[in-house]
């Protein structure tokens, strides 16, 4: 079934091709999204914005003109452009908990005088922490991704990063008493 055609069905809503278009391209647009995504949010915001790629596909069918190119290429467009925006409001938006210290990147408003000491304390001592384990801390704490995902992401095995991050969290505590 060509471009034109699958365009034309998926108009006329048809479930069965449009599955049939998920089935296709749905590995190409993991791989596109995940690309972009793996290294600071969960396997879960990969998925998400997979599927609101092809959301898009079924509320708007009309935007796609076939003339001007092939459906696989137009959803690669598509799912690289939500990666870029998911990606950038994960930056935005990114805060760390640990141990019930919440720390926001961009702009403290912390009312009370003592959080805002310990938040800033937090702060410096996430600071020397190695990239290493701050990137893991950040990955763990901050975007939720699970330890496989890290591991896979980071090349190493899953026992390896629960290590560090216990070791992480060790040094950040005896650095908070200090």
Avoid at 76 to 82: H, N, P, T, Y
Avoid at 85 to 92: A, E, G, Y
Avoid at 139 to 155: G, H, M, N, P, T
Wanted: hydrophobic fraction near 40%; charged fraction near 40%; aromatic fraction near 8%.
């Amino acid at each position: 079934m060509n471009d034109t055609k699958i365009r034309s069905e998926i108009l006329k809503r048809n479930e069965k091709v449009f599955t049939m278009v998920v089935d296709k391209y749905a590995k190409l647009l993991w791989k596109i999204t995940a690309a972009i995504l793996i290294n600071s949010s969960s396997a879960c915001e990969v998925e998400e914005c997979v599927a609101d790629v092809f959301i898009y596909l079924w509320e708007h069918p009309e935007k796609y003109d076939p003339d001007k190119g092939k459906l696989s290429s137009w959803l690669s467009m598509l799912a690289r452009s939500r990666a870029i925006d998911r990606f950038r409001k994960l930056r935005k938006e990114k805060e760390i908990f640990l141990d019930g210290v919440v720390m926001k990147e961009e702009a403290f408003e912390v009312s009370d005088r003592g959080e805002n000491e310990q938040v800033e304390k937090l702060r410096e001592c996430l600071q020397k922490l190695g990239d290493e384990e701050r990137n893991i801390l950040m990955r763990r704490f901050c975007y939720d991704q699970k330890v496989s995902e890290i591991a896979l992401a980071l090349e190493m095995k899953p026992k390896q990063v629960e290590n560090r991050i216990y070791n992480a969290k060790a040094k950040l505590r005896k650095m908070m008493e200090d």
